[in-house]
């Protein structure tokens, strides 16, 4: 299991780049893992998880979370419009409000629950046609929308172009963050998560370098 060796390494990045210790949420990415593999980790005292698939979580975590109190559940993956309901049940925080449609439904449920999760603006940070997310040219009027639907915005969340520098993508998203008056920036993953903390990240999302490799099969 590597969850010692990446707080390890969480720590030192914090300390190299003058953050307090402790300032980093690190969100340990559990879709698809076997349940040996998160069970050794939850028993290691982790309790910050992150999820893609409603289905799949509403599967494995209402027994995790009665044997293990204090879980948080972050929701990683695209959100249908039509799974919101349930992944309202089921998360503490959904990192992919990504388009106005998912915006406005969520406003209608948050006003009937009176909680809202954490949420970050999930942000199309390089552009790609292929990639979910709010162009960053739009990002500023997004977040305003959302605020004026009453919706609390925590911060913003990016998935650099794979294979590319991240450095200038990061920088990129903290300056719409810094500019929209967010504090959270929900990026860095297994490749590149000590980058993201130099630059900034509040919340990094670390899947295989905790668990290993997943496996599709
Ligand atoms: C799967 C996933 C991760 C974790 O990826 P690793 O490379 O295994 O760390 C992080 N963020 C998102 C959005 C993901 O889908």
Redesign the pocket.
């Known amino acids: 299991m590597g969850l010692d060796d990446i707080k390890r390494r969480i720590a030192a990045a914090e300390a190299a780049s003058g953050r307090a210790a402790g300032a980093v949420t690190l969100?340990a990415?559990s879709?698809v893992q076997p349940q040996g593999r998160v069970e050794a980790v939850l028993d290691a005292g982790h309790r910050t998880f992150?999820e893609?698939y409603v289905q799949e979580a509403a599967a494995k975590w209402p027994a995790w979370r009665d044997r293990f109190p204090g879980v948080e559940l972050h929701m990683?993956?695209p959100l249908q419009t039509n799974k919101l309901k349930p992944a309202l049940e089921l998360f503490d925080a959904i990192?992919?409000l990504d388009r106005p449609s998912l915006a406005q439904k969520l406003a209608r449920q948050v006003q009937q629950r009176g909680t809202c999760p954490q949420l970050f603006v999930q942000v199309n940070i390089g552009a790609e046609p292929q990639k979910a997310g709010i162009l960053p040219g739009d990002a500023d009027a997004f977040v305003a929308d959302c605020q004026a639907l009453d919706l609390t915005i925590r911060g913003l969340?990016c998935?650099p172009p794979e294979d590319a520098d991240p450095v200038p993508h990061f920088r990129a998203l903290r300056g719409i963050a810094a500019r929209n008056g967010l504090a959270g920036l929900s990026m860095g993953?297994?490749?590149d998560?000590e980058t993201a903390i130099a630059e900034g990240a509040t919340h990094i999302?670390?899947?295989?370098?905790?668990?290993g490799?997943?496996d599709y099969g």
Do not use: C
Request: charged share 10%; no cysteine; aromatic share 8%.
């Open positions: 969100i990415v879709k992150g893609n990683i993956g990192h992919t969340m998935i993953m297994s490749a998560f999302r670390v899947g295989s370098a905790i668990f490799a997943r």
